[in-house]
């Protein structure tokens, strides 16, 4: 995987040029299976298996690119525990806690606006 490096210029951090690391984090967590996984996540510590019960609908594969992804970022602490079976945990980090409010907020908002979304859908279908 070639990705970009953190060189320390404004440029890294403009999510206006195509070319900048911030839109390559932004495009990796801006998915709807890493908002879930973050929001599942919340404040507790999960199982792979707990994790793919509460993520309604995701594959194992797409599970695991995104606890990977999540994790490769910084937002998400994997714990393996040496035991038989082995026994993997999913922590958010400090980073994945801030990342959260952000989540709740888009949670936040579908919540109020489900609405009104609903009934512009169906004007615009008409």
Known sequence: MVTKQFKG???????????????????????????????????????????????????????????????????????????VPPRVDYTLTEPGQALRATVNGMCDWTSRYLVDIEASRRRFDA
């Open 9 to 83: 210029s404004p440029e890294d951090a403009d999510l206006t040029r195509a070319d900048s690391l911030a839109r390559e984090i932004f495009s990796d967590v801006a998915n709807k299976w890493a908002f879930l996984i973050i929001e599942f996540l919340g404040e507790r510590t999960l199982r792979f298996t707990e994790l793919r019960n509460e993520v309604e609908g995701i594959s194992h594969k797409m599970l695991t690119q995104n606890l990977r992804m999540l994790e490769r970022n910084g937002l998400v602490e994997r714990t393996v525990h040496p035991t």
